[in-house]
């Protein structure tokens, strides 16, 4: 059956250094993965997308990685702010299908 | 445009009453998705709709369950009737078009708790 797997359910790490999360996935050939934000008490937000031909996407200081061979997508969050804490969501949106979302890792910078 | 917009925000009711959510998407948007996050389950889609048509209602738990959007701008998601384990936050969302990589939008949810 098809599974999406987020590294963890929570995350802490120093401001200033670097936050990644990971999201993995099985028995899926998503044609792109998205991810998105979450804060307490408010919907998921849009972050980035990234296609699967598509090695690399950067956006500020947001990085996002997507390996169709390991089935994975690595999300990065360069120079931490307290302000990046937040639950982070991955979303498979199959060619032919519609949007499945990770349960999410919540990460927590702390000053 | 003031986003996607959800009414109640909170809604408390008692086992076997009916309820209804209520769903304004961006205007514009041709797609609107209803969706139910808990802690056990995550995110989960229950229902979608195209230019007012569902288009796949494989989410929908059971028959207790119903959506309809009799217009653009708006819809319902209706439990009748409701159970304790319906207790979760349900979100909106709407997009411009179901293409790859169509971003959607969440509304706030509506956090419901049935005692």
């Known amino acids: 059956s098809q599974k999406i797997e987020q590294n963890s359910e929570a995350l802490n790490i120093q401001e200033g250094k670097t936050a990644t999360l990971t999201c993995n996935y099985t028995n899926y050939s998503p044609a792109y993965l998205q991810w998105y934000r979450q804060d307490p008490g408010r919907g998921p937000v849009f972050l980035l997308l990234?296609?699967?031909?598509?090695k690399e996407k950067r956006k500020e200081r947001l990085k996002v990685t997507f390996d169709t061979t390991l089935k994975q997508s690595l999300f990065h969050i360069t120079a931490s702010q307290p302000a990046d804490s937040a639950t982070y969501l991955c979303?498979?949106?199959?060619?032919?299908?519609?949007?499945?979302f990770g349960d999410g890792t919540t990460l927590t910078v702390k000053p | 445009d003031a986003g996607v917009i959800q009414s109640p925000r909170h809604e408390v009711t008692e086992m076997g009453q009916e309820v209804t959510l209520r769903c304004k998407p961006i205007?514009?948007?041709?797609?609107l998705f209803w969706y139910r996050q808990t802690m056990m389950r995550g995110l989960e889609l229950l229902i979608y709709f195209n230019n007012n048509v569902p288009i796949d209602d494989s989410g929908m738990p059971e028959d207790r369950f119903s959506a309809k959007m009799p217009n653009a701008s708006f819809s319902t998601l209706k439990i009748q009737p409701s159970e304790p384990r319906d207790s979760a936050v349900y979100f909106c969302?709407?997009?411009?078009?179901?293409?790859?990589?169509?971003?959607?939008?969440f509304g706030p949810g509506t956090r419901l708790t049935v005692l």
């Open positions: 979303a498979l949106d199959p060619s032919a299908g519609k949007s499945t």
């Open positions: 205007s514009g948007h041709d797609y």
């Open positions: 990234i296609r699967e031909n598509e």
């Open positions: 969302a709407s997009s411009l078009g179901r293409g790859l990589g169509e971003t959607q939008y």
